[in-house]
Each structure stands twice: as C-alpha cells, then as structure tokens.
C-alpha cells in the first residue's frame, strides 16, 4: 500500500487550482491517494516572513501573465478573478468541516467546486451570500454551510491545519509531500510524476 | 529567420545553471539561437523590491533541497557551492567584455566555463585569484580577463546590462524572452519546449 500524496492548498492560489485539477488522476494512474489540506497561505507566508508574489508590482505583471499561461497549457479553464487574491477562511473552514465528518471524497468535491467558481466564474468565495449559494449547487445543505464556518470547532480546525503545514515547512501552495519529499509549485509535476512512476531520482 | 531567445541569467544562480545546459540544445531543435545577458540577479532583486529566496529561512531549505533534485531530474551534475551565493559582478564583466568584442560564442563558453566550476567544483568565482585561474583554463589570457573586470567600460556594460533587464521586467533568473514572451524559471523549460514547437498557446 503507496502513501498518500498530502497536497497543501489555499482555494484563492491559482497555480493550487490548476495543480487540483490534474493531481487525482496523475496519483491514480500511479496507485496512490490525495489527501487534500486546505489552509490560508496568508498564515503560511507570515510565518515564513514572506509575502504574496503578486504583493510585488513587477512579479505581480508576470504572474498574472503566468497564471493563465499555465492553465492554458495544463488545458485548464481559467478566468482571472477582480478582486484577487481574496481571503478563504469560510471556504477552508467548510473544507475542513466536511473532511472530518464526511471524508476525503466530500472534502475533494467541495475544493473542486470552490476552485472552480472562483478561477472559471469569479464567484467571491470571500461574501457570505455567494459562498452559500455555491454550497447549495455544490449539493451542500446551505445553512449547514453557514453554521460550519461560523462555529469554533471549524475556525479551530483550520488554525490547527496551518500550525500543521507551518510544521512540515510549507511556505507557498500548492505544496505536496510523498514519501516525505517537499514539492512546492504546480510547476513541480514532471518531478512529481518521475518520483511517483520511478520513486526518488 | 526566426528571433533568437534571450536568456537573462546570473552566475551565481543554480536554476540558471541547469537551464544553460539545456538551452542551446533545445533551441537547435526548433531552429532558434541563444542570446546571452549576463546580469547581477542583486539589483534586479532590488528594483524589484525583492528578496533572494535564499534568505528566507524556511524557503532556503526547500530551495537547498530543490536545486540538487532539479539538477538530477535534468541530469546535470550539481554540487552546492559554499560560500553561496556569491557576487559574481567579475565574471559578468568578463561575459560582456567577451560577447562585444568576440560575440556569443565566446561568451557562451565563458558561461559555460564559470557555471560548471562554480556547481561543480565549487571554484569561487568572486575571487579575483580563482577567476582568473579559471580563465586560463578556459583558454582566455588571464591578464586580459583580469583587466576587462577593473575596465570601467566593461563595468558600465553590466551596469547596462542591468538596466535593459530591469526595463525588460526581469526579477528573477534564469528569464527567458522569445518572440516577446516572458518565461521566468528553469521550471518554465516545458512551456519554453511548446512554445518554440507550436508557438503561442
């Protein structure tokens, strides 16, 4: 039995929303499992005394060039969302609320449709109403949305999963761990699938 | 005729190292040449306002880590220099002194030359004994390489150099442009291989 492959995301990075959408079937045709962690890279940056590429002007030019270039070529849909980056507690809060009561594949489902929304449809994963709204065509009960990110055991739950990240040196998304080995970037994914067709090179 | 592919790089910059092994190779395949630019990765940090990702703590060990496995997912011998980095201003003088008055050619092998000691050997390329030893076995005169570094026409070359970088958007190395695209990191290698196989996408 092959280790999962742990993926560190945060719903507003757009290189972790194009690297969620060809994880799972690159881990399946390897024989392992994802197990997604959603956390808030604003946590993660701080710790690491880093800031947001795009908070840097001129990397700001590139990367914004540089995102939908590398959708294009991953053949990923991608529209630039205004405002961005947004914050994505109450998103990563539901995130987590599914994956502790309902498990992986819940929790995988919801990251695909927050993904989704915000990078193809510019739906504001940060407003209250929107992100209730996504929750309901999500297949997701509204309210009980609602109630999961407003309660302190999903607020507490997340804080614990960016202590967690902080603590196996995660200081950018997406980052994925197999077999103990780091692979920070969504440009990382010819190593990635070396490592996992070949193990460590 | 197609364009040449600018490559903006420092010698003091391990992803710059890798790709220069790549590079020309690569153009070959699609009929393009190379055109070299050294520059002080330093200033255009600078003008930037950032930081080398070395200096952050907790990215440095990644970064340590990442550059011998890139190295060996390109096949490419790597051994970590230390001191690293290093002010690499002499070298650069020497590229530009060569690439004007020899042309790309010469300064192709004198990047050739001061990479490979540098992340091989671990030759010190900011001291002014070790260049110019290296110069000798790179088949310049040593004496000539010794005093284009303390020429300040060769200084206001790099100076140039730095400027046209900053002005091209570059923040990072290795930078590539092709037919006016940006493409920012040895990681960018598949997307460079498309689009000089299909063109834009």
Known sequence: MKAPIDFYFDFSSPYSYIANEWIDAMAARHGRTVQRRAILLGVTFSAAELKSPV?????????????????RFERVPYVQPDPFPIPTQNAA?????????????AAAAWARAGFRAFFT?????????????????AGLDPEAAEQAWNNPMW???????????????????????IDGEPFWGNDRKPQIEQWLASGPF
């Open 55 to 71: 908070s840097y002007p001129i990397k700001r030019d590139y990367a914004m060039r540089d995102f939908q270039r590398s959708a």
């Open 121 to 137: 449809r510019g739906v504001p994963l940060n407003e209250p109403a929107a992100l209730k709204a996504l929750a309901g065509e």
């Open 155 to 177: 607020k507490e739950r997340l804080k614990r999963a960016n202590d967690e990240a902080i603590a196996a040196g995660v200081f950018g998304a997406p980052h994925f761990v």
């Open 93 to 105: 809060r539901v995130f987590w609320w599914l994956k502790d009561s309902e498990g992986e594949t």
